[in-house]
């Protein structure tokens, strides 16, 4: 099985990081920030060290603005419900996930908050301007993904930041797309909060994720418990990580992702952008040319988009492709990529699309590979459309 | 038993300790994490980061980063 589907969770993992989870079940199993003994110390320092190539590789001003979470959602989660507040209006897009939309949903359906979503454009100038354009008294928050999860468009992330600084609003961004292939600096972008997976583009296992911010005592926790710090105190500690990392950690995927880590500082982020980039556009191109094949978006262009491909095979749902693509050998999601409004946006809300999402480890003779069977797809849907 | 020179500066987690240790290293103080040796009635069970030296100088260097020392054992 030739794997396409990475932006759902990369695989196969490298092997350092498969070598790092074998280390932490066989030598790091102790419990980390919890007992005295030396087996906790060392697993301690473990989760340390991840903290601190996580804080270095996103450019936050210390470690433990770092938090790990169980995943991107997760992350995001903790931030739309701890942050706001009764009678806060928040601005987002419409290419959001639903890791961002169902949160905002159901808090303005208790009659917490309201919430407008600005209309995204391949202008940048646009879409600061959509956002620019929803700003009211009362907002509080602008919350966007770095990039579509289902056509990889890039937003202006930087300027929408400046944007948020300027009227004085929080900036949370979504980058579960884009952490490890597109470069992200915290401080630098004035990003006030930042909420990535960890299992795809920074190679972890399943079930890591994080969240970096420099506002953590602004946050009511999702969760409270034993954080093995200031015990007698029954209230939450108000201090990052603590604040919001309550009860046992998931040693074993925080040592793999520092794992993750290492590979992308040792390939490259730029490296890898380019090489899976090439990937998506050897694919796009030889599709391109196909009849009955439906694109939706410019060419993959490194530094422009992500190597994200969203497709459709006329006279067919993309749930029927991808089956097909399977029983070929190519394992690629259909369906909306629970991103329902963004595919309202390019009107593939009654069929989804085919995406393939493109991995590290992926190379352009599988692309070619993947080409030709969507293409044969392609043909014979054509002729039973024919005969029928 | 700490000498005369020993201090064990308490700080208020296991990140923290691990973040003071880093740091005071890092400008040449030698620094040891260890547990507390008895929950503080104020605050419970906690990390000390254990120097050996000049208290002052290494006080000043963990305020000055952010972390921050809530009680210093002898």
Redesign the interface.
Known sequence: MVYFDNAATSFPKPLLVKNAVDSAIVRYGANPGRSGHDLAAETGKKVYDVRVKAAEFFGARNEEQVVFMQNCTYALNTVIKGLLRPGDHVITSDMEHNSVMRPLHTLEARGIITYSCAVTSYDDEETVDAFRCLIRDNTRVIITTHASNVFGIKLPVQKLALLARQYGLYFVLDAAQTAGTEPIHVTDMGIDFLCTAGHKGLYGPAGTGLLITPYGNCLSPLVEGGTGSLSFDLAQPDFLPDRLESGTLNTVGIIGLGAGLDFVNRCGLANIARCECKVARCVYDNISKEKGVILYTPPPEYGVNLPVVSFNIEGLTSEETTARLNKAGFALRGGLHCAPTVHKKFGTDSIGTARISVGAFNTVEQACDLANAICKIARSSRLAVKKD | MASSTDYVLAV?????A??GQ?ILESKGIPAE???TSA?????????GIKIVGDLTTAVNILNS??V?VVEIWR
């Open positions: 208020r987690s296991s990140t923290s691990m973040r880093r994490i260890q547990r929950p503080s009635s104020q605050k419970g069970c906690g990390y980063e952010g921050e």
